[in-house]
């Protein structure tokens, strides 16, 4: 197949592009590199049937090459983390909502045949059901939350309309190797390795006692690669492990000392996809468990040598931060 991976020299994108290059597929690669790397794709980039290109999808025109006749699209560029989507959701709203109906028309104009996109469990907010189905309110806390869902909403509809088949995963708290390493929320492996890297305490938020539904990314790519074969549409499917481990096993298999800096509003106590739909649509279960995956992360601990190293009171800092923007007082 012909596939065009956007938001590829991130995360999750790069180990797609390796998964699809091993399977065979030709790749074109899209990424603006506003907070992807081009390192990352350093296992492929020299690979024949794989190219890249820079583009951003804010910017119809810069995507008409790399679309080209793509048969599938899976599109996971965006702009993440909860502050700064409080203090500039326009920001938000041109990258995940606006962007993602730039590629959406691109994927049209190609005549893709299949569209996969990357949703968010944070849509879900403080999910009154736990284990959480897709049935479950969309109750987004924050305007990052609110523009990945409009961004489904999209895609959603663009099958609906313009018969461009279509499915969403709503993906639950992915870590692996090249995690991203910035931000202070949703970011903890990155925070944490740093930490460790650099001999400082791990800085954890509250008691410690709420759990993630910590799920690897290679799990994650397995998914976006049954959600294109799959004869399914129009339908947004949870991703997760369904094992919700707590901060303090994190901190416990990592090893190290440990500091506690404030809860912040709007932290669910725990995360936990009911992947039932997945199991059945797509024949997808997790495979890699979290102690094996923590093991191998601490096996490439140099990987996050540039990482930021936040303390304490730079995690302090930004929390009040959190809460002044929302008209809050803190303690």
């Keep these: 197949m012909r596939t065009v991976v956007t938001g590829a020299a991130g995360f999750i994108g790069s180990h797609l592009c390796e998964k699809l290059i091993d399977d065979g597929h030709h790749v074109v690669a899209v990424d603006s590199l506003r907070s992807g790397r081009l390192r990352h794709l350093d296992a492929v980039a020299r690979h024949p049937r794989f190219r890249f290109e820079r583009a951003d999808v804010r910017e119809p025109r810069s995507l008409e090459s790399a679309f080209g006749r793509a048969d599938w699209v899976f599109h996971l560029a965006g702009i993440a983390d909860i502050v700064p989507s409080i203090d500039d959701p326009a920001d938000y709203f041109a990258t995940n909502v606006a962007g993602t109906l730039n590629v959406l028309q691109a994927a049209r104009t190609a005549g893709a045949t299949r569209f996969v996109y990357a949703a968010s469990s944070s849509s879900y907010g403080l999910a009154q059901m736990v284990p959480t189905p897709e049935t479950a309110p969309i109750a987004a806390e924050y305007p990052y939350a609110l523009t990945k869902h409009m961004g489904e909403e999209l895609v959603l509809h663009w099958d609906r309309t313009y018969d461009l088949p279509a499915l969403s995963l709503r993906l639950f708290n992915v870590y692996g190797p090249r995690s991203r390493t910035h931000g202070t929320y949703g970011a903890v492996f990155g925070v944490f390795l740093a930490q460790k890297l650099h001999g400082r305490p791990f800085t954890v938020v509250g008691d410690g006692t709420q759990r993630r539904d910590f799920t690897h990314v290679r799990d994650v790519v397995d998914a976006f690669v049954r959600a294109a074969v799959s004869p399914h549409r ?96 803190a303690g």
């Design 234 to 329: 129009q339908r947004a499917i949870n991703v997760g492990s369904s094992r919700p481990i707590s901060v303090n096993r994190l901190v416990e298999l990592l090893g190290g000392p440990v500091v506690h800096v404030p809860k912040r509003p709007g932290e669910p106590d725990v995360t936990h996809a009911d992947t039932g739909l997945a199991r059945r649509l797509l024949g997808w279960s997790p495979r890699i468990s979290f102690e094996a995956g923590v093991e191998e992360l601490l096996e490439h601990l140099e990987d996050w040598r540039e990482a930021p190293v936040w303390d304490a009171t730079s995690i302090a800092d930004a929390t009040r931060t959190w809460f002044q923007h929302l008209g809050r007082q």
